[in-house]
């Protein structure tokens, strides 16, 4: 589901794999040089959301950019009150320089956003023909994460796979007839995602894609951390990270024609087609309409920010 981080990052990579599970680092993004592999997209937000995407510029200008060190800060505005008739509020979507197929992808994040109305994503490629995972999505501080897979017709999951999270609704991963919800897959841990995911220190998100399979993991602040995720280094060995958070084999689903070389995005937008969906958003316990929230309550998105210690990619 195109929406915010729901978030997304990539390096073009193409595999060489030493052996099953096993991958060599390509790339290790940290602070400056996290920001430098990534272009900001100033384009209208595909969701729908009462958001401007802006540029890096403008981020820079306006304080909504900073690099501490190895950690990159990515927020949006909370000191403007919005005109009704206006730009939505202000915010970023980045994307990765280069694309990857076969990879592993590992996320340490301190900090992602929070607040009634957010929407944070991780996207990827030419939607829908090439595919989409979701590896971090949720909306209006609704924990747990929920990891999602958006494809063409002819691509489904089988209800039973080895892995700890739970199926959400359809099985059918195709977005014409699920409304775009995909095939999604909750994690099962409720500190995965919003306030209690940063109340406990943040955590890591990994993902493995491979012609066979998809697979994501979390691991809170504070858990059993595979060691080659804690400590980054020259290789990393998936056999030994246990039983995923989300699972898509290709029994039912032949990835590689249903997926293409992916792009990383991070963006963070505001209410769309899914945060600002009124039956959504009412159950959440937010106020008032999404639009008119965001709109009149700046300060309500202090805490509507990422920051990233690392990305780190192997091949």
């Not at 023909?129 to 063409?152: A, C």
């Not at 029994?251 to 899914?274: E, K, Q, R, Y």
């Amino acid at each position: 589901m195109v929406g915010p981080f729901a978030t997304s990052v990539v390096v073009a990579i193409f595999a060489n794999i030493v052996s099953a599970g096993t991958y060599q680092s390509t790339s290790n993004l940290v602070g400056q040089g996290l920001l430098d592999a990534f272009y900001w997209q100033t384009i209208s937000d595909p969701s729908n959301g009462r958001v401007n995407y802006v540029s890096e510029s403008t981020a820079q200008s306006s304080g909504l950019v900073s690099v501490s060190g190895n950690q990159v800060t990515l927020r949006a505005d909370s000191t403007s009150y919005l005109d009704p008739s206006g730009p939505g509020r202000n915010s970023f979507r980045l994307e990765s320089n280069n694309q990857y197929t076969t990879h592993v992808a590992v996320f340490d994040i301190a900090h992602m956003p929070e607040g009634c109305g957010t929407w944070p994503a991780e996207v990827g490629a030419n939607w829908p023909s090439q595919g989409e995972v979701d590896i971090v999505e949720g909306v209006d501080n609704q924990s747990p994460n929920l990891s999602s897979l958006h494809t063409s017709s002819g691509c489904s999951m089988p209800q039973s796979r080895s892995m700890t999270g739970t199926p959400k609704g359809s099985l059918n991963c195709d977005v014409y007839a699920t409304s775009n919800t995909g095939c999604g897959v909750y994690t099962n841990d409720q500190k995965s995602f919003g306030p209690s995911f940063n109340g406990n220190g943040g955590g890591w998100y990994a993902i493995e894609r491979s012609s066979s399979f998809i697979k994501i993991w979390f691991w809170e602040r504070g858990s059993s951390v595979p060691g080659d995720v804690r400590n980054p280094g020259p290789s990393v060995n998936t056999n030994n990270w246990g039983t995923p958070a989300a699972y898509y084999p290709n029994t039912d689903c032949d990835l590689s024609s249903h997926l293409g070389p992916h792009n990383i995005i991070i963006n963070l937008t505001f209410c769309g087609d899914w945060a600002g969906d009124s039956g959504v958003y009412s159950s959440s316990g937010c106020p008032s309409t999404c639009v008119d929230y965001v709109n009149d309550n700046p300060s309500a998105f202090d805490n509507a920010y990422f920051t990233f210690n690392s990305i780190n990619i192997y091949q």
